[in-house]
Antibody, heavy 120, light 107 residues
Framework: EVQLQQSGPELVKPGASVKISCKTS????????MHWVKQSHGKSLEWIGG????????SYNQKFKGKATLTVDKSSSTAYMELRSLTSEDSAVYYCARGSLLGHWYFDVWGAGTTVTVSS | DIQMTQSPASLSASVGETVTITCRASENIYSYLAWYQQKQGKSPQLLVY???TLAEGVPSRFSGSGSGTQFSLKINSLQPEDFGSYYC?????????FGAGTKLELK
């Protein structure tokens, strides 16, 4: 069974950074891209960006450049997203989601989400 | 960025009814359109991609149609498990963008 297991909820202070993880199983990690999607409370979905685990190549939504950094660890089949300089606007649920290697990305498998709360 | 406009924003229907949700793209996205279902407190689940291809395991009462800028998701004979929120997403290029969602509620 294909699974994306995300790390637990985070409570972080304004101005700090947080790194959340997405550990994959049930498929070959390097045969798909991994993407991150933000969902603010009660709102719609925003694509943050995606990464190709083969070469670390990334594609970011311009809105999140400078805010998010995507990385992978092929040895553990895990994807990571670091968010920096956090403000209350970054409080949201963040999902990892699997996409194809070929572009025209839609997401066939999603993680359960990681809730990030930014509060002093 | 391509804007995705969904309608209606909310919809009340009964079990057994047929409903249609529409999604309009601000420019031509050919057939690069996906639909997701999201239940309260859960992650989105892929229903349709390439405008009309059902994802694995999705019941045949769901169907997608459209091309260019106008798309729709039709659900025949609504079942209790179909209630929740639905989102469209273009997958033509980057940035990928989603519609604002349609909340399907039980009448």
């Amino acid at each position: 069974e294909v699974q994306l297991q995300q790390s637990g909820p985070e409570l972080v202070k304004p101005g700090a950074s947080v790194k959340i993880s997405c550990k994959t199983s049930g498929y070959t990690f390097t045969e798909y891209t991994m993407h991150w999607v933000k969902q603010s409370h009660g709102k719609s979905l925003e694509w943050i960006g995606g990464i190709n685990p083969n070469n670390g190549g990334t594609s970011y939504n311009q809105k999140f450049k400078g805010k998010a950094t995507l990385t992978v660890d092929k040895s553990s089949s895990t994807a990571y997203m670091e968010l920096r300089s956090l403000t209350s606007e970054d409080s949201a649920v963040y999902y990892c989601a699997r996409g194809s290697l070929l572009g025209h990305w839609y997401f066939d498998v999603w993680g359960a989400g990681t809730t990030v709360t930014v509060s002093s | 960025d391509i804007q995705m406009t969904q309608s209606p924003a909310s919809l009340s229907a009964s079990v057994g009814e047929t409903v249609t949700i529409t999604c309009r793209a601000s420019e031509n996205i050919y057939s690069y359109l996906a639909w997701y279902q999201q239940k309260q407190g859960k992650s989105p689940q892929l229903l349709v991609y390439n405008a009309k291809t059902l994802a694995e395991g999705v019941p045949s009462r769901f169907s997608g149609s459209g091309s260019g800028t106008q798309f729709s998701l039709k659900i025949n004979s609504l079942q209790p498990e179909d209630f929740g929120s639905y989102y469209c997403q273009h997958h033509y290029g980057t940035p990928l963008t989603f519609g604002a969602g349609t909340k399907l509620e039980l009448k």
